[in-house]
């Protein structure tokens, strides 16, 4: 796996050859019109979004090379003009580390994921947003979480919107209609992954989300207006013009929005409809993360992170972790919140083995834990 700085290296310099290449008769691109399969070369697609007031560039949240488009996107509208960006790996509520973040006040990555709670709130390989968010920072960018928390979703689907706060409806705002083609797709994803719960709580969580976000974009929009505002989230809020550009659109029908989806070509090709732009790359799947077993409780002020749970059947317990243990270390190094200690054991692979250093009553311990991957992988 290429190295963060490497990586935000060879994108800027992709996107530099991509906009020499873009003009140039002849010159392959894996850049599409979905609406009629014409290929796009990168400059004009640019170009376009430039133009627009809102971009919206989907992405598999685990895929590497699909976060490489996006940045790809950012640093081509960059040498066109201001870009403000919004991301759904991010609630609202954490717009304050975000743009410290921005201004280089945190003096390591770590540090940054802890002040964000990363593994609580989106869970996904933090690697994966680097890049993005170190360009972001070198230039600068205004950032914005789009995201709302998972438990406001979840209560929708169950309970509908009046079941949340006054504070929460209005951070949600207005919610119009999903389109009947956006419902139904929602419908076959309900009976493909779950089969069970109410289709219309389903519908109306998933609307609901998909506002929000809109929302969001719209504020950040609201405070920077000359620059471009870009919004990264999972493909199915932007598909078909559904979802967040739904969204977009009823409560600003005056908006430019333009949309720009990564696929997998072994999948073939989007369907004319799905985005205004569809970029084929190769996927590049950030491995399963190691879960080793143990359920995590609060750090207080005791040193170290106490063990709430253990799961049978996973790598800590079968080494001898068990609950009331207090983890205090990861491969020597001390960890001090459950972002430290989860961001250190997922830096390993399935396969390997990493040392835990625990108190057990009044005893430390040193625990050698084979990374033996369990039937069904859980935390």
């Known amino acids: 796996m290429r190295h963060p700085r490497l990586r935000l290296w060879l994108w800027a310099c992709a996107a530099t050859v991509l906009l020499a ?153 207005p919610v119009a209609q999903a389109p009947e083609a956006y419902a139904e797709a929602l419908r076959e994803s309900l009976a493909e992954h779950d089969g069970g719960g109410s289709a219309s709580g389903f519908i109306a969580a998933q609307t609901a989300w998909d506002a929000a976000m809109a929302g969001a974009l719209l504020d950040l929009r609201a405070d920077h207006p000359r620059a471009v505002t870009v919004g990264l989230a999972g493909t199915g809020h932007i598909r078909g013009g559904h979802g967040i ?16 989806m990564p696929y997998d070509p072994e999948n073939g090709a989007p369907d004319p409809g799905d985005a205004d732009y569809a970029w084929a790359v190769a996927p590049e799947r950030a491995p399963e993360p190691v879960r080793i077993g143990a359920e995590l409780g609060q750090a207080g002020e005791a040193e170290g992170i106490p063990v709430a749970g253990v799961r049978g059947g996973h790598p800590g317990p079968e080494a001898g972790l068990r609950e009331g243990d207090r983890i205090l270390a990861v491969d020597g190094e001390a960890v001090g919140s459950a972002t430290a200690l989860i961001y250190r054991i997922r830096r390993h692979r399935w396969g390997g083995c990493l040392r835990l250093r625990i108190q057990r009553g009044d005893a430390e311990k040193a625990l050698t834990v084979p990374l033996n991957r369990p039937p069904k992988a859980g935390r």
Request: hydrophobic content about 40%.
């Open 21 to 173: 290449a873009g003009g140039s008769a002849g010159a392959e691109s894996p850049v599409i019109r979905p609406d009629t399969g014409e290929a796009v070369p990168f400059a004009r697609m640019i170009d376009d979004l430039a133009a627009a007031d809102v971009v919206l560039v989907g992405e598999r949240h685990d895929d590497h090379a699909q976060h490489w488009v996006q940045g790809q996107v950012i640093s081509g509208l960059l040498g066109r003009g201001p870009v403000a960006l919004g991301l759904e790996a991010f609630a609202s509520g954490k717009d304050e580390q975000l743009d410290r973040w921005r201004q280089g006040r945190f003096d390591s990555w770590l540090r940054f994921l802890e002040a964000v709670d990363w593994f609580r709130h989106w869970g996904v390989a933090p690697g994966l947003y680097r890049p993005l968010l170190q360009t972001a920072r070198r230039h600068r960018l205004p950032l914005a979480g789009m995201n709302v928390p998972r438990a406001w979703i979840s209560r929708i689907a169950r309970q509908g919107l009046g079941a949340l706060s006054q504070a929460q409806r209005r951070r949600i705002g």
């Open 245 to 260: 550009p739904h969204q977009l659109k009823q409560r600003r029908a005056d908006l430019t929005v333009r949309t720009v």
